[in-house]
């Protein structure tokens, strides 16, 4: 069984960065892109881009300019920076599979990590 | 970006009812629509796939339909652990969810 791991809860200050980790296990991790979404306290999901593990990626506009999102193949993980944060930027944030073998259109999500808090406070 | 639109936003229903969700979208998506429960403070569990399809291990009592812009995802005979907040979310192109479904087990 296939399984996404993330790092642990993150408390920053506004304008800070914060990196959050995303190790996958149990399949080829070259051979699915990863998803990144948050979900703010009480809201709902919001997609924030994905990173195909082969190289590329693609951010959702509102974060363009403040997201980075890159992979280590070695370790099979990947991981998510969002810069310049502000409160608006307390969530949980989730990697996610996408199912079908580098598919984007049409794709679904079959795996998800924990979650990982970040809280962004003074 | 595509925008999906979920109904109602909340639902209260008993054990053993049948209940019908439904999300529409902006645009055409033909079946690139999926359907996941969340539990609070846990991660989406995927439900349904392509409109229509049964993600494994999923009890037979979740069913998906539609297609282009009207959907649906159908629990037949609830159960107490179908509680939560049920999301869609289509992938046709930059992936949107909707705003969510609150199920209430009375």
């Known amino acids: 069984q296939f399984h996404l791991v993330q790092s642990g809860a993150e408390v920053k200050k506004p304008g800070a960065s914060v990196k959050v980790s995303c190790k996958a296990s149990?399949?080829?991790?070259?051979?699915?892109?990863i998803h990144w979404v948050r979900q703010a306290p009480g809201q709902g999901l919001e997609w924030m881009g994905w990173?195909?593990?082969?190289?590329?990626?693609d951010y959702a506009q509102k974060f363009q300019g403040r997201v980075s999102m890159t992979r280590d193949t070695s370790i099979t993980t990947a991981y998510m920076e969002l810069s310049r944060l502000t409160s608006d930027d307390t969530a949980l944030y989730f990697c996610?599979?996408?199912?079908?073998?580098?598919?984007?259109?049409?794709?679904?999500?079959?795996?998800w990590g924990q979650g990982t808090l970040v809280t962004v406070t003074s | 970006d595509i925008q999906m639109t979920q109904s109602p936003s909340s639902l209260s229903a008993s054990m053993g009812d049948r209940v019908t969700l439904t999300c529409r979208a902006s645009l055409n998506i033909r079946t690139s629509l999926n359907w996941y429960q969340q539990k609070p403070g846990k991660p989406p569990k995927l439900l349904i796939f392509?409109?229509?399809s049964l993600q494994s291990g999923v009890p037979s009592r979740f069913s998906g339909s539609g297609s282009g812009t009207d959907f649906s995802l159908t629990i037949g005979g609830l159960q107490p652990d179908d509680f939560g907040t049920y999301y869609c979310q289509q992938t046709y192109s930059t992936p949107t969810f909707g705003q969510g479904t609150r199920l209430e087990i009375k």
């Open positions: 990173i195909n593990p082969n190289g590329g990626f």
């Open positions: 996610a599979r996408g199912a079908e073998r580098l598919l984007l259109v049409g794709n679904w999500f079959d795996a």
């Open positions: 392509a409109a229509s």
């Open positions: 149990g399949y080829t991790f070259t051979d699915h892109y």
